[in-house]
């Protein structure tokens, strides 16, 4: 497991270790910080051209990213970097986990903490997310925003690789 903190490694190393890690292709690619619909973090780490540009063909990650606005499919004329993941042919993200809307890091860190054992357990996407979202429900009904305000972006059928 590759971690990419921009605290110790500043924008432009994180930024290269993220690209690096991500072309290697692996299973899961998780973001916890400030993002908007087509970057991670304000400086900005990763951008929608980013995901558009990976090396990782063939080998496409399950992207969890836990921070706003990143998976937003409202809007026919919005495109997230969610939809720069995994719509970028055989690389990028094989399916894209995200908010659709402002929330909270204690929402997330909630449903980060439920959902990827799930997923590492081999359980479908799609089942792994509802299992996690009820289990949040039940334990922190206060988490409404990472309950009803995340969406994942693929096929609720897939397992993680």
């Known amino acids: 497991m590759a971690r990419a903190y921009v605290d110790d490694l500043g924008v432009a190393g994180a930024r290269a270790a993220l690209k690096s890690g991500f072309d290697a292709g692996p299973s899961l690619v998780m973001f916890v910080g400030h993002s908007a619909p087509s970057q991670w973090t304000f400086d900005p780490l990763f951008t929608s051209g980013d995901a558009r ?9 399950v992207v969890l990213q836990f921070g706003c606005w990143n998976a937003y499919f409202v809007s026919p004329r919005a495109d997230t970097l969610g939809h720069a993941l995994l719509l970028s042919g055989d690389r990028g993200a094989a399916a894209a986990f995200g908010a659709t809307a402002l929330t909270s890091l204690a929402a997330h860190q909630t449903l980060s903490s439920a959902l990827v054992p799930r997923l590492l357990l081999g359980t479908t996407l799609g089942a792994a997310m509802l299992a996690a979202k009820r289990e949040v429900a039940a334990t922190a009904p206060g988490r409404r925003d990472a309950i009803i305000g995340t969406a994942l972006l693929g096929d609720p059928a897939m397992r993680m690789r």
């Not at 540009?53 to 990650?61: C, K, V």
Request: charged share 10%.
């Open 53 to 61: 540009s990976l090396a990782n063909a063939g080998r496409p990650a």
